[in-house]
């Protein structure tokens, strides 16, 4: 248990940093209404987030991400996609 668990505060940054716009993930939940639920249940929320850290256990579908790769205008032909180091 080297990490600590989340603020409220520090939730707050994260979710008030989110784009309420933008579409939303696989999950099908926007932005927006993340923003909403934590405005209601602040304290859930957060605790949910440190019972994944503290169990070591999240939802599969928060590590499912859909990436779709856009070519550069002069780079119509993009079978070579370069992954930079992790």
Not at 47 to 62: D, I, K, M, Q
Request: proline share 10%; glycine share 4%; charged share 30%.
């Amino acid at each position: 248990m080297d990490d600590k668990e989340f603020t409220k505060e520090e939730v707050i940054q994260v979710i008030e940093s989110l784009q309420p716009k933008k579409a939303p993930g696989p999950n099908g939940i926007a932005n927006e209404t993340i923003q909403l639920v934590f405005k209601e249940i602040p304290k859930t929320m957060t605790a949910t987030y440190n019972a994944c850290l503290r169990t070591g256990r999240f939802p599969v579908n928060w590590k499912i991400a859909k990436i779709l790769p856009i070519a550069k205008p002069e780079k119509e032909e993009c079978r070579h996609v370069k992954v930079p180091p992790t």
